[in-house]
C-alpha cells in the first residue's frame, strides 16, 4: 500500500529517502524549489548535475543530496504552461510517472514532491494538483515498493487544493 499525503512546508527539510525537484532543462539551478534545493544540497549537486547533460520536459533524472537531509534527488522538468494546447497536461503526468518509476527502480520507498510547473512556469494550480493527485493514485493502483507520497505544499492555498483533491469521496 502507497500512502498519498499533503504538507505544508520547505521540501528541502524533508528527511525523507529522496526528494524531487523542479528543475529546468539545464539542470544548473534556477530560481523557486530549485534555487532552495540546489543552496541547501551545496555545490557537488550542481556539479553531479553538470555531468548529466540535461533533461527534456517530462523526464526524470536521479542525484545524490549531499548537504541536504533527503539522500536523493530527483530531478524533472515540468512544462512551462501556455495555454494548455501544448500537450502541458501529458507532460505534467509524465514527471510524475518517470519520478515515481526511478524511485521504484532505485528503492526509493519514502518521497515528496513540490507543486510542479505551478510557479515560475505558471500551470494553474487546481489543474496541475488534479494532475499530480490523480497521477500519484493511478501509480499507487499498480505494482511498486514506493510506501509514501508526500506532496509538499510551500503555501496554505496550495495546500488547500491538495487536501481536497486527497479527501477519500463521501
Ligand atoms: P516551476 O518552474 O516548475 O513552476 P517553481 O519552483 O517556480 O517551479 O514552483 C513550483 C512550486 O514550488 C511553487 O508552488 C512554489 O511556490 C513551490 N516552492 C518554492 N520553493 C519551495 C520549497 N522550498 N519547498 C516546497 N515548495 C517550494
Not at 3 to 24: C, F, H, M, P
Not at 72 to 82: A, F, K, L, R, Y
Not at 128 to 133: K, Q, W, Y
Request: overall charge negative; some cysteine; glycine content about 12%.
Amino acid at each position: 500500500m502507497t500512502r498519498i499525503e499533503a504538507r505544508q512546508g520547505d521540501i528541502t527539510t524533508e528527511k525523507l529517502d529522496a526528494i524531487v525537484n523542479a528543475a529546468n532543462p539545464t539542470l544548473l539551478g534556477g530560481g523557486g524549489v530549485d534555487g532552495a534545493i540546489h543552496r541547501v544540497a551545496g555545490p557537488q549537486l550542481r556539479a553531479e548535475c553538470a555531468t548529466l547533460g540535461g533533461c527534456r520536459a517530462g523526464e526524470a533524472r536521479l542525484t545524490q543530496g549531499y548537504r541536504l537531509p533527503a539522500p536523493h534527488v530527483i530531478h524533472t522538468v515540468g512544462p512551462v504552461w501556455s495555454g494548455g494546447t501544448k500537450g502541458e497536461p501529458d507532460l505534467l503526468r509524465r514527471c510524475y510517472v518517470n519520478a515515481l518509476d526511478l524511485a521504484d527502480h532505485h528503492g526509493i520507498r519514502h518521497l515528496a514532491f513540490p507543486s510542479i510547473s505551478t510557479g515560475a512556469y505558471g500551470y494553474p494550480i487546481d489543474q496541475a494538483a488534479r494532475i499530480a493527485t490523480g497521477t500519484v493514485r493511478a501509480y499507487a493502483e499498480g505494482e511498486t515498493e514506493i510506501e509514501l507520497v508526500r506532496f509538499v505544499c510551500f503555501s496554505a492555498e496550495d495546500l488547500a487544493v491538495y487536501q481536497a483533491l486527497l479527501k477519500p469521496p463521501g
